[in-house]
């Protein structure tokens, strides 16, 4: 696969054509599908093959200080694979790094280049490392591991003993992007799709979704503030409600 410098500036603010294989590289479960689950959602059903990667364990994801730990990994990784099957993903694996402690080492480069030659994506979408202010470090930490993997996996020099050939996907898209350049179209029924995904992470509820999974008023307003911030995330590029990226050209 070939591309030209700045091939980026020339892209079309929306949409683009529905790839044959995408993944999607979370720091911890629902990340994926809070920064592109609507769009996950439209290619799967129009035949894109997805695999969601998922970094860490999401061990840290309670206020329950008395919450058993191991239980809530396993729960989060049961929530995650139910999500994947509302969105229609094919595969989700996790890497299993340490929740709230995840940096971005060559290991962990190493690792999502692994991934990124294994499953050959067209589409690698994930967290926008450059996004000012985020606070969170596994989102800072898997955005710009993600980003230094897909080069190390596009490297026919690097990583030879892996097993796999070098890959270079033809996009990559940033969610939670300052500036984004990029916008997938979300329409009542995807929304649904990413709503009722979202909703699985039933553990989260108190954490991220204000109640949604357990109160039927809470979901509500859960859905219309998502509902209103697509709207605005595709104003920002003059489209109807959108997931907006910052779309890289590897």
Known sequence: MTSNTFDELNAEPAG????????????????????????LARWASEGSDITILVITDGSKGSWDVDIDQDELIRRRKAEQADAAAVLGAAATVHLDHVDGELENSAQLREQIAIEIRRHTPDVVL??????????????????????????????????????????????VLLWSADEPDHGEPVTDE????KVNALLCHSSQGETTMIDAP??????????????????????KLEL???EVFKRLTP
């Open 190 to 193: 995807w929304f649904e799709r």
């Open 126 to 171: 994930t967290h926008d490392p450059w996004q000012r202010y985020q606070m969170h470090p596994d989102h800072r930490a898997t955005g710009i591991a993600a980003v230094d993997g897909v080069v190390s996996a596009r490297e026919p020099l690097a990583l030879m003993d892996s097993g796999f050939d070098a890959h270079r996907p033809s996009a």
């Open 16 to 39: 683009m054509p529905v790839p044959a294989r995408v993944l999607t590289i979370g720091a911890h479960p629902d990340d994926a599908e809070f920064g592109a689950g609507a769009t």
């Open 214 to 235: 357990d109160n039927a008023t809470q979901r509500t307003q859960f859905a219309s503030k998502l509902r209103q911030w697509h709207t605005d995330q595709g104003a």
């Open 240 to 242: 109807g409600p959108a």
